[in-house]
Structures are given as structure tokens and as C-alpha cells.
């Protein structure tokens, strides 16, 4: 076993598999002269909305372009609240400000670490007596490539007249068991809209930043592309102002070769998942990811939990292990929010959380010899900690 590097993630290698691909896009883009909208952009929005089942994608700028975009579409405004959990990466709530609401935490569950339904429950009751503040929006997210529970979020949002918005920037092709409908459905046809991101690092990746909201809803789809184009209908018709919040024509070129690749890749990812699960079994102090029956995780990180992480993150680094924390400091609790009141203790399960986690290498390229090198690393460490705890 060799002791080489290993990188938290690899955005060279999937590259240079399609290189010559990916190059005769930019050609053709070079030779065409389309840069900004066009055929490739088209093309791929058919192809996005086919592989999430539903009737329309919309390309824009960024995930974060694609979440204020699909929450003002919804009618989200100024005065509004808008739902969303405190263990998210800051994009979510920014969104959900810059469209002039006002972000509601609610807690996560300690197992999937996704959105807690009785909680999202007992929060709306209290909020019931707000009257004309009431919540009109809520954003569950797919953290770790893993779908929320979206049969509850729904019939939680309905009896209260909330609008869904799946953030699903981290569960492009996440599979979710639809127990009303009875049958499988992937990340981004369960809500009213939902918004991906393709972020170099993210499931499926640009050369660039991109970003896209499906839906199967006509009005919202037809009100994101005007926002995304400065609020216009057709050219120099502004019914209302919009954003430059494009996706250009190269980057959407690129999306639509990699998308091809994805369920390949999303496979690899799941496989990776299970031999880092078994391997990682019978470790001492290791919480592995819990997958529950009605969902299939596209890992987009494989995340565990373990006490003194801090110690076990800087023993893995200086032995070439690279790992990440997504996120170590829970939004109510950063300085960007303080205008929210929140304090300490408000949202105990996502800071218990948020000091244990730790996101191992995970990507489709990741073998299974260099998982077997991380895991003998964690379990090195953990011998070495039950050496100094019983004072041997
Ligand atoms: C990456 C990400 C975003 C933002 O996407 P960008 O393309 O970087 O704007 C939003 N929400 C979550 C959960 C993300 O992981």
C-alpha cells in the first residue's frame, strides 16, 4: 500500500478522461460565436428536466442564483419568512435575504442530519399566532447528497399554505420513495421548484460556476427565465427588473457531456459509501451515515461523527489524509446573522453536530486501496486515544 496523498476530492482526472469532449465544446462555441444562451444551453435544460422528471429547467449563474431565483418566482417578497435549517452552507439563507425575507432556523434530525419534521411541525404551530408574518416558504435541504423527508415536509408545508423549495445543490440525482405517489423520485421534482448547483466541486460540475432551478410548474419556470435576463420577456421588454444570472453557452455544453457520465458516477459514489461503511463498522467512537430505506444518497459527501475531531482531522492531515467540515459553525451562530437574535442552545442538535462531523475523501475516482489507507489512519488514531485515555 503506497502512502501517497490523498486528495479530498479529484477534479483532474473525470477532465481528463473527457478532455477532447470538453475541448471541441469550446471550440464549437469559439467557431459559432454563441457564447450566451443558444442551442447547447437549450439542450441541456431538455436534458436536466428528462434525468430529474420534470417539465422544466432553467439554467442560470449559480445554485445561489438559482435559489433567489426560485423563491421570488414563487411570490416570495419583502416581509416574508422563509424556512430553512442552521446546517446548511451560507448560499441557502442568502437567498432566501437578497429576496427580501427573513430566514426561520428550525432543527435538524440527529440521524440524517436533514431537516426535523416535528420540529418544521411544532415551530409552525407557535408561529400561527404571527398573523400576517407567517412563514410563506420552506427550504429543505439534501445535505450530503441524501433527500429530505419530503412526504412529511409536504404535508407539514400544505397544512400551513408553505411553499417547498428543494435546495438539492448537493443531491443531483438523489432518489427519494415517494410513499403518496408510491414510487421513486429524484432530487428536484418533489417540491413546488427546486434549485441545483454545478460548482466545480458538486455532483455534477461545471468548468465555471452554473446553477439551475427545475420545476414542473410553467408560471415559475417562465418568471426564472426572465429574472435570470434582467426581467426581460423578449429583448429591451422589461415588465420587471431581473438579474444577469445566465448560464452560458460553454459551461452548459460541459454539463451536458459530464451529465452523461453521472448516474455512472453517482454509482461509484454509493459503492464507495458502503466499502467505507463496512470498513469502518466495528471502529470505536465512528458514527457512519445513516441511509434510511426511502432513500438513495448520491454521497456527495460521506460524512461521520466522532468525539475529538478536531485532534483526528489534524492527525489525518499530517499524514496526508485531507478531510473537510461541512459546516463547523451552524448560520444562527455566525456573525452574519446576529441581526436574528439567535444565541446558543436555540438549535442544539445542529451545534452537537456541527463539533463531531467530519467529511472523508469521497469521489466516484476514490479507490478502494486508498479507503482502506483512511480507515487504517482513523483506526491507528482511535488505538493511540484508548492508549492515553487508560493511561497505558
Ligand atoms: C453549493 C451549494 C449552494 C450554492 O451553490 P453555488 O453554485 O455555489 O452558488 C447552495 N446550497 C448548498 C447546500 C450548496 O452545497
Redesign the pocket.
Known amino acids: 500500500m503506497t502512502d501517497d496523498k490523498i486528495p479530498f476530492l479529484d477534479l483532474i482526472t473525470p477532465h481528463i478522461e473527457l478532455e477532447d469532449e470538453l475541448v471541441s465544446v469550446f471550440r464549437s462555441a469559439l467557431r459559432s460565436g454563441g457564447f450566451i444562451g443558444g442551442a447547447m444551453v437549450e439542450e441541456f435544460e431538455e436534458e436536466f428536466a428528462r434525468y430529474c422528471g420534470t417539465k422544466h429547467c432553467v439554467g442560470v449563474g ?6 433567489r431565483f426560485a423563491l421570488i418566482a414563487a411570490g416570495i417578497k419583502e416581509g416574508d419568512r422563509v424556512i430553512t435549517v442552521p446546517n ?2 451560507i ?2 439563507t442568502e ?1 432566501i435575504t437578497q429576496a427580501g425575507a427573513r430566514v426561520d432556523f428550525v432543527d435538524i434530525d440527529p440521524e440524517t442530519y436533514n431537516m426535523d419534521v416535528n420540529k418544521l411541525d411544532d415551530y409552525l404551530k407557535k408561529t400561527s399566532a404571527f398573523g400576517p408574518c407567517m412563514p410563506r416558504a420552506v427550504i429543505p ?3 450530503y447528497g441524501q433527500i429530505s423527508d419530503m412526504d412529511s415536509i409536504i404535508e407539514v408545508a400544505e397544512k400551513y399554505g408553505l411553499v417547498v423549495i428543494e ?1 438539492a ?2 443531491a443531483h440525482g438523489a432518489e427519494y420513495l415517494s410513499q403518496t405517489e408510491n414510487r421513486w423520485k429524484k432530487a428536484g421534482s418533489i417540491g413546488k421548484a427546486a ?1 441545483f ?3 466545480p ?2 455532483n455534477l460540475g461545471a468548468c465555471g ?3 439551475a432551478v427545475t420545476t414542473n410548474d410553467e408560471r415559475i419556470a417562465q418568471k426564472v427565465r426572465m429574472l435570470r435576463d434582467h426581467g426581460q420577456e423578449k429583448k429591451y421588454l422589461h415588465r420587471m427588473e431581473g438579474y444577469n444570472g445566465r448560464l452560458d453557452a460553454i459551461q452548459a455544453g460541459i454539463l451536458k457531456r459530464k451529465l452523461a457520465e453521472l448516474p455512472k458516477w453517482s454509482e461509484k459514489r454509493r459503492r464507495n459509501a458502503c466499502l467505507y461503511n463496512e470498513l469502518l463498522g466495528d471502529v470505536e467512537d465512528v458514527v457512519t451515515p445513516c441511509e434510511p430505506r426511502w432513500v438513495r444518497s448520491v454521497y ?1 459527501l460521506y460524512v461521520i461523527r466522532t468525539h475529538r475531531r478536531d485532534e483526528l482531522r489534524d492527525y489525518l492531515s499530517a499524514r496526508q489524509v485531507s478531510t473537510g467540515l461541512h459546516y463547523p459553525i451552524p448560520l444562527h451562530l455566525q456573525e452574519a446573522y446576529s441581526s436574528l437574535g439567535y444565541t446558543k442552545g436555540d438549535f442544539s442538535v445542529s451545534e452537537k453536530v456541527a463539533g463531531e462531523i467530519l467529511s472523508l475523501p469521497m469521489y466516484p475516482e476514490l479507490t478502494g486501496d486508498q479507503q482502506r489507507q483512511v480507515v487504517e489512519r482513523i483506526k491507528e488514531w482511535q488505538s493511540s486515544v484508548r492508549h492515553r485515555t487508560s493511561g497505558v
Open positions: 449559480s445554485g445561489t442564483d438559482a435559489l446548511t452552507f448560499a441557502t437567498a435541504v439534501h445535505l435546495d445543490c448537493q434549485a448547483s454545478f460548482y466541486g458538486k460556476e452554473g446553477g456527495h
